[in-house]
């Protein structure tokens, strides 16, 4: 840190029952009143460089013994009215980072300028700020720090403004050209005075050093400071992205204490003031990051900004703050991970544990910005076919681009799908979620981007658990968006035997695993009519091969999937399965009717000419049952 010593005289002042004296063979005559503290000192070193205490002196009759001063509104109180009081006398005093603001704010407020004396303290002050402060990196934090204290006074002397203006500048410089001094070098570093050299430097070229520094800034300067730094233009958006990161990290409050806090300020109504303004300065910090954040995509992680949008939730922030927080998180989501996702509901009302509906925003945002279709591989063909008997390598080059910029947009809608799924799960469990939000929120993503739907699957079977009052209706409502066709082999052997699911959903799960297995042995080269039809029915292929169960959650211990701890189907429950099937009388409602057009006679039907041989899936079944009726032998 740079210092500068002006005077030469010992310090002679010194205390007798509350008040400050100076050691002289002249008696005092004049007695200056700063806040509390009486000071006996003398009019001619303080009135021949103090033009405010000239003026108030002249003011007093002449007939008293001792002029009294009352200076009641002194800018940094006794200590900078001392070390003013002192370079009167010409004894020794020190300026560093720490006290030039109280230094500077005092000798203007007492008006020791100029045109009082030549080479008065003002200007020694203002020399030693432009020389030397404003050239030291650290130097430049700690009296931009300093300002706090003299909000006003420091805006007048302009003070604020120079300290930001210089911060900027060497954040905009190469850091090998700028004297450093912050967190990551204070260790062994020297002081050093106005005219001498840094007995130690220390030079760090990491393109991010200043971040830290400005972390101890309060969000006001810090704010200042960022946007100078930006409207330089040399900093890239990442940098500017990873220092709001750090400066978040050390100032946002932690999400589950505040949380915590929230709780308590219900319970304890007492302390609602407190923690409303507490609560008020933080909103102000997010709302003040969240404008700070560079415009550039990528620029901050998902993960950060979904903290920031929990912070937002917990803190009441305006709807503003939140919906430019869902776009950016939209317009990367596929970077997100699902745990990230679950933004928690505060509202004392009866809602759900986690707010769907900002996550719902996050995801149509993440829609919009790829509203073409991607192209599909036959398309992609002729299109490569029709270009390249039009023209030459060029076209070719064009092509191949176009097609890696729409696979990666592809791509990133698959990760997307996945994340949704692996969300679904967990927000699934929640009792006060309602099916129209589980639905919608599952419709939303394409078709194409679920390769498998086990994940899919996965959920429903969880909200069916979480909510066992839903009636036929509705179950048939929610299982409407799972597409058999594309569950593996154990998601199927699991909703075979789910009780939970509709019974048109199990039929429909058996009738498309046995075809599959019927096809795949090579036994029967064709499905019988009715079959075929009924696969069409519910638009199923039995050409597709079940695609691989998804590993993509964790799941708890008591709903993860057991093929072996399944039980099985013995030949008395396929005759009950159609005894079942005749008693649905729910087939045909309103909503269901395009969805239903095979009559239940024609299920059974179908379901009795399913070829006997070989019927793997149920095989599979009917070996674990036998397993179990003779253990229990």
Known sequence: MKFMKLGSRPDTFYTTEAVRSVSSEVSSDLIVQVKGTRYLLHKFPLLSKCLRLQRLCSELPESSQHHIVQLPDFPGGVEAFELCAKFCYGITITLSAYNIIAARCAAEYLQMSEDVEKGNLIYKIEVFFNSCILHGWRDSIVTLQSTKAF???????????????????????????????????????????????ESQRHRLAVKGWWAEDLADLGIDLYWRTMIAIKSGGKIPSILVGDALKI??????????????????AVADSDSDSNNEELASKDRLLLESIISLLPAEKGAVSSSFLLKLLKAANILNASSSSRMELAKRVGLQLEEAMPNDLLIPHLSQANETLYDVDIVMTILEQFMIQGQSPPTSPLRSKLECERRRSRSAENIDIEFQESRRSSSASHSSKLKVAKIVDTYLQEISRDVNLPL????????????????????????????????PNLNKSERKRLCRILDCKKLSMEACMHAAQNELLPLRVVVQVLFFEQARATMASGKVTELPGNIKALLAAHGLDSSRTPAP?????????????????????????????????????????NDDAQHDRMSRSSIVKAFCAIPARPKKMFSKFWSNSRTTANDKN
């Open 151 to 197: 909000p006003l006074w420091s805006e007048d002397l302009r003070i604020t403004s120079r300290c930001i203006e210089a911060i900027a500048s060497k954040v905009l410089t190469n850091p090998s050209k700028v004297s450093l001094s912050h967190s990551h070098s204070r260790r062994g570093r020297d002081d050093m005075s106005c005219n001498g050299a």
């Open 436 to 467: 129209a939000k589980f639905i919608a929120l599952a419709e939303a993503v394409p078709e194409f981007a679920r390769v498998d739907h086990d994940d899919l699957y996965r959920a429903i079977d969880f909200y069916l658990k979480a909510h």
């Open 247 to 264: 400066y978040a990290s050390r100032w946002l409050p932690n999400v589950s204490r505040a949380r915590n806090a929230k709780k308590q």
């Open 549 to 589: 169960l998804s590993t993509t959650t964790s799941i708890l211990p008591e709903d993860q999937w057991s093929v072996s701890g399944l039980k099985s189907p013995s030949k008395s429950k396929l005759s009950t399965l159609k005894m079942k099937l005749a008693e649905d009388d729910d087939l045909d409602d």
